[in-house]
C-alpha cells in the first residue's frame, strides 16, 4: 500500500520560502508512470494543483504562480519537494502532495494522497 | 487554461435520494475528467476515473458520464457517508491540470 507523508515548518514569515517534502512509501518514487504532485487548499476553499515532477524528474508548473515554485525528487530517499518563494499571506493553505497515475495515455488521476500539512504564512 | 465550472456550488438532500453534480469544461477534454470526495480535514479521494471508470473499493451508487465538455457524477441513493464536498478535475491539459470550484452535499 503506497502511502505519501507531507512535512516542513508550520509558520514561515512573508517573503521568504516554503519547503515542504513529501515522503513516499509502500513503492518507488523512480518507476512506473506516475506524476508526483502538491495540491494546495486555502480555508474553507477548493483545490489547486500547484505542480508535478515526473519520475524522470521532468516538472510542469501552475503558471499562476509566476515562477515562484520549484518541485525536486530525491530518488535515493525516495522523496520529493516543494519550494514557493516570496511568499504572502495569500500562500496560507493546507498542502497536500499526491501521486497521479495514468488511465490511459495523456489521462492521469490522483489515486494516493497525503493527509495535508497546514502552512501559515505570518510574521 | 481550461476552466472546471461545477453546479450547484452546494446542495441539500435527503439519505435516498439521488443526487447529480454537474462539471463543465471551458473547452472539450475529451474523456480526461475525474471525480474526488473530500470530507472535513481529510485529503480528497477518488471517486471515478476517465469520466466514468469507477475506482476499485468505491461503492457501485457512483457513476459519472459526460465527455467532451458536459460530465455528471451521480450517487444514486445517498447515505450518510456520502456529504461531502465534490471535486471534478480535468488532465486534458499539457501542462495545467485544473479542478472545479467544488460542490457541497448537505443533508436536508
Known amino acids: 500500500q503506497v502511502q505519501l507523508q507531507e512535512s516542513g515548518p508550520g509558520l514561515v514569515k512573508p517573503s521568504q520560502t516554503l519547503s515542504l517534502t513529501c515522503t513516499v512509501s509502500?513503492?518507488?518514487?523512480?518507476?512506473?508512470?506516475?506524476?508526483w504532485s502538491w495540491i494546495r487548499q486555502p480555508a474553507g476553499k477548493g483545490l489547486e494543483w500547484l505542480g508535478r515532477?515526473?519520475?524522470?524528474?521532468?516538472?510542469n508548473y501552475n503558471p499562476s504562480l509566476k515562477g515562484r515554485v520549484t518541485i525536486s525528487v530525491d530518488t535515493s530517499k525516495n522523496l520529493f519537494s516543494l519550494n514557493l518563494n516570496s511568499v504572502t499571506a495569500a500562500d496560507t493553505a493546507v498542502y497536500f502532495c499526491?501521486?497521479?497515475?495514468?488511465?490511459?495515455?495523456?489521462?492521469?488521476?490522483?489515486?494516493?494522497w497525503g493527509q495535508g500539512t497546514l502552512v501559515t504564512v505570518s510574521s | 487554461d481550461i476552466q472546471m465550472t461545477q453546479s450547484p456550488s452546494s446542495l441539500s438532500a435527503s439519505v435516498g435520494d439521488r443526487v447529480t453534480i454537474t462539471c463543465r469544461a471551458s473547452?472539450?477534454?475529451?474523456?480526461?475528467l475525474n471525480w474526488y470526495q473530500q470530507k472535513p480535514g481529510k485529503a480528497p479521494k477518488l471517486l471515478i476515473y476517465?469520466?466514468?471508470s469507477l475506482q476499485s473499493g468505491v461503492p457501485a451508487r457512483y457513476s459519472g458520464s459526460g465527455s467532451g465538455t458536459d460530465f455528471t457524477l451521480t450517487i444514486s441513493s445517498l447515505q450518510p457517508e456520502d456529504f461531502a464536498t465534490y471535486y471534478c478535475?480535468?488532465?486534458?491539459?499539457?501542462?495545467?491540470?485544473?479542478f472545479g470550484q467544488g460542490t457541497k452535499v448537505e443533508i436536508k
Open positions: 499526491a501521486r497521479a497515475s495514468r488511465a490511459v495515455a495523456g489521462l492521469y488521476y490522483f489515486d494516493y
Open positions: 509502500g513503492g518507488s518514487i523512480g518507476s512506473g508512470n506516475y506524476y
Open positions: 515532477i515526473y519520475t524522470t524528474g521532468s516538472t
Open positions: 473547452q472539450s477534454i475529451g474523456r480526461y
Open positions: 476517465a469520466a466514468s
Open positions: 478535475q480535468q488532465s486534458y491539459d499539457i501542462p495545467m491540470w485544473t
